[in-house]
T-cell receptor
């Protein structure tokens, strides 16, 4: 059984650009969530996808969007990047008992 | 709006001692209370979790104590080891999201 994987590991973008982050959920898990973790803070919930539909969203603007594919992998897209978007972006897949298993994250730096 | 308050922010414990981290929450709708361990540059790893129908859960050196009426729960690490040095997060969850505390940086001195 493979765990949650994310790509890329690190990414550097400039303000105003767009970015796509990718996640493969743990085998058999059909629900994926994305979180943003700023330096020194706890993760903040962005949104959740279940069977290719968004079914929950945190307090993030519409320029944060996502997709889930039939194989349950997922993408997080962020448009019009701002300096404050610099953070560790975490993907989590949900287990049978609502446990959430996190991937290693993608470190995004916006210059 | 801080739904989850975690304390202390940092903690130093001697090797072999007991580390205790506390968490308080506001929303009684949550029904899942996990603790995560995070090392620098890594994603959070699920350590132990509890449901509100039990008051205590133990897994190895890690114990969660849960007080539903006080809306508080805590993590106890027995026989703390230098390898336990990390940042610990409590969280509260429901069907969709987890709401995390601000984290506790734990240092175990050898």
């Amino acid at each position: 059984e493979t765990g949650v994987t994310q790509s890329p590991t690190h990414l550097i973008k400039t303000r105003g650009q767009q970015v796509t982050l990718r996640c493969s959920s743990q085998s058999g898990h059909n629900t994926v969530s994305w979180y943003q973790q700023a330096l020194g803070q706890g993760p903040q919930f962005i949104f959740q996808y279940y069977r290719e539909e968004e079914n929950g969203r945190g307090n993030f603007p519409p320029r944060f969007s996502g997709l889930q594919f039939p194989n349950y992998s997922s993408e997080l897209n962020v448009n019009a990047l701002e300096l404050d978007d610099s953070a560790l972006y975490l993907c989590a897949s949900r287990g049978l008992y609502n446990e959430q298993f996190f991937g290693p994250g993608t470190r995004l730096t916006v210059l | 709006q801080q739904q989850v308050k975690q304390s202390p922010q940092s903690l130093i414990v001697q090797k072999g001692g007991i580390s205790i981290i506390n968490c308080a929450y506001e929303n009684t709708a949550f029904d899942y209370f996990p603790w995560y361990q995070q090392f620098p540059g890594k994603g959070p790893a699920l350590l132990i979790a509890i449901r509100p129908d039990v008051s205590e859960k133990k897994e190895g050196r890690f114990t969660i104590s849960f007080n539903k009426s006080a809306k508080q729960f805590s993590l106890h690490i027995m026989d703390s080891q230098p390898g336990d040095s990390a940042t610990y997060f409590c969280a509260v969850g429901g069907a969709q999201k987890l709401v995390f505390g601000q984290g506790t940086r734990l240092t175990i001195n050898p």
